[in-house]
């Protein structure tokens, strides 16, 4: 599948994007965090210039954006972190549906040679929700991705229901 996405006209095609084996979380909390750290020092530093007698606004509105600042960057964060602990733990399951498939470029379809963890030929946007929905993060999937919006085939999974 690595072959696939990084091969000739997987670009034009966008290939590593319809094949990706699970979402790209690059620890972005910390960089988040620090973005939100710096609104935070902005709204404090508002809230400093109205110390002066004829600026309360300043100062309580200053105040009052810090602390939605600060409680928001920490829901972010927060949220950044499930999303990076989901693909953790769904990445043995998307590994055992991704590393046997295979992609032909002919027909532009996925398919596993033993039929077994799956079968069939998929699109790689049915093979892309397959692999998400087993992995336990097709919530994550970006908007617009048109896996969102297949359908994977009924029996596809050997021996199993779909999870999704």
């Given amino acids: 599948m690595r ?4 091969g000739g006209g ?3 095609k966008e290939l590593a994007a319809r094949l990706a ?19 935070v020092a902005l709204s404090l530093a508002w809230a400093w210039m109205g110390t002066d007698p004829e600026k309360p606004l300043y ?7 810090a602390v939605l600042l600060f409680i928001g960057t920490l ?3 927060r949220g950044d972190g499930r999303e990076k602990a989901a693909e953790r733990a769904g990445a043995p399951r998307a590994a055992t549906l991704w590393d046997p ?26 093979f892309k929700r397959l692999v ?3 992995a336990g993060y097709a919530d994550q999937l970006p908007p617009g991705d048109r896996a969102k919006d297949v359908d994977v085939p009924p029996g596809t999974l050997v021996g199993r229901p779909l999870r999704g």
């Fill in 3 to 6: 072959d696939a996405a990084d």
């Fill in 10 to 12: 997987a670009a034009r």
């Fill in 21 to 39: 084996k699970g979402p790209a979380k690059s620890g972005d909390g910390l960089l988040h965090f620090a973005e939100g750290m710096v609104l």
């Fill in 59 to 65: 100062v309580w509105g200053g105040i009052a954006l």
């Fill in 75 to 77: 829901a972010v964060v």
């Fill in 101 to 126: 498939a295979h992609y032909c470029r002919g027909c532009e379809s996925v398919f596993c040679p033993q039929g077994e963890p799956w079968q069939g030929l998929l699109t790689p946007e049915q």
């Fill in 132 to 134: 998400w929905d087993e």
